[in-house]
């Protein structure tokens, strides 16, 4: 395959005089396959949520770009990530998610393994009743972990292994919301959907980041937190987004309310954040919830929104959580015309990636030139190899 070479030179300019992405950035397969090395495999790309495998020996498989994964909480209790293929001969072990009793065993063979990843069965290895066999070392043979981190109940992996660690990695934004590295509760199962959308991912990740289109698109969340109430956040090679000064509380007919996030700070009884965490996580906090939202890129033009909603107690009112969950359901659900139509526009051949308000649509850059910024990296680093 010819490996692309899109001119992205332009992107990385000023705002005030960058243009957009070119199209085949969207649409094209050969720049996709690029983009997940270069922006997905190599990166703390967001995967699923540890409330996901809420219970020692949940286990959920996942494919992530075509990569068979397990999502597993073991026997004491932390979260893991390891390859869903036995070392034995590839076959994949879970096809649903299940409670693992025990062992983690293979279909094929019956080889089994720990929540740990340890091999610890080989029935018949050596001949019939012979377990084991010189050749065959269980403590080599453990099930290919993938590098993992949990953070506001995220679980992020780094598919090749060679990113910096995550603390190093995502540092600022961890200290921009170290306020709220205080205990969070998925709301539970109504507290969770999926949209299935029509766009790029890239798509759902530019949308997030910027509040210039709240008027038309969010008019009754525009109604009390105002265009002229939301300011830009921007970190250059990390992550960008908006906030807003102007944050309603969600109250039922009685007047109750969520209860907040403990010692969180005055600023944030009015003030709120939404941030796009390259390349993947779509995060929000309030002072008495928060949101995290996994796009999985399915294909160009193809992408699943796994959202997560989180309060600051593990008990909450059902119908307060149901209301709050609808209403979040309705923004994001406004956000789906403009992305598909977005995406179909990348079809016009003559369309020259667009151009930014350098007021509005700075937060929108930012993540253009990260994007642009890795894939020449990688291109660099597959030039230097051949």
Not at 374 to 382: A, F, L, N
Request: hydrophobic share 35%; glycine share 8%.
């Amino acid at each position: 395959m010819t490996q692309p070479r899109t001119d992205l030179t332009n992107v990385r300019t000023s705002v005030d005089k960058a243009n957009g992405l070119p199209n085949p950035h969207y649409v094209d397969p050969a720049v996709y396959e690029e983009e997940k090395h270069a922006l997905l495999f190599t990166q703390w790309a967001g995967l699923a949520v540890a409330a996901d495998v809420p219970e020692p020996g949940d286990a959920k498989p996942l494919t992530f770009l075509g990569q068979p994964l397990l999502l597993i909480r073991d026997k004491d209790g932390d979260v893991r990530v390891f390859d869903n293929i036995c070392r034995h001969r590839g076959m994949i072990l879970v096809e649903e998610p299940r409670k693992i009793e025990g062992a983690i065993r293979c279909p094929y063979h019956s080889w089994c393994y720990s929540t740990k990843g340890k091999l610890v069965s080989t029935p018949h290895v050596g001949g019939p009743g012979q377990n084991t066999h010189d050749a065959i070392v269980r403590d080599d043979l453990g099930l290919i972990e993938v590098r993992s981190h949990i953070w506001r109940d995220v679980v992020w992996i780094n598919l090749d292994g060679q990113a910096p660690a995550f603390e190093e990695a995502m540092a600022d934004v961890i200290d921009r919301w170290k306020e709220f590295e205080l205990p969070l509760y998925h709301g539970g199962a109504d507290s969770r959907f999926e949209l299935q959308v029509k766009t790029n991912w890239k798509l759902a990740v530019e949308n997030y980041c910027e509040s210039y289109h709240l008027p038309w698109v969010h008019p009754g969340l525009n109604s009390y937190s105002r265009l002229e109430d939301h300011y830009n956040i921007e970190s250059y090679g990390q992550y960008s987004g908006q906030g807003t000064n102007v944050y309603r509380q969600l109250k039922n007919e009685n007047g109750d309310t969520f209860p907040d996030f403990p010692e969180v700070g005055a600023k944030w009884g009015e003030q709120a954040e939404y941030i796009a965490v390259y390349p993947n996580v779509l995060l929000g906090v309030q002072r008495d919830h928060a949101f995290a939202i996994i796009l999985e890129p399915k294909s160009t033009e193809e992408t699943v929104e796994h959202i997560h909603l989180y309060y600051a107690a593990p008990q909450t009112d059902q119908s307060l959580r149901a209301t709050n969950t609808q209403m979040w359901k309705t923004v994001f659900e406004e956000d789906i015309f403009v992305v598909e139509g977005m995406q179909k526009g990348r079809h016009v051949a003559g369309f020259d990636g667009g151009r930014f308000s350098p007021v509005m649509d700075s937060p929108t850059h930012c993540f253009h030139d990260w994007v642009a910024g890795k894939v020449q990296s990688y291109r660099e680093g597959r030039i230097a190899a051949e």
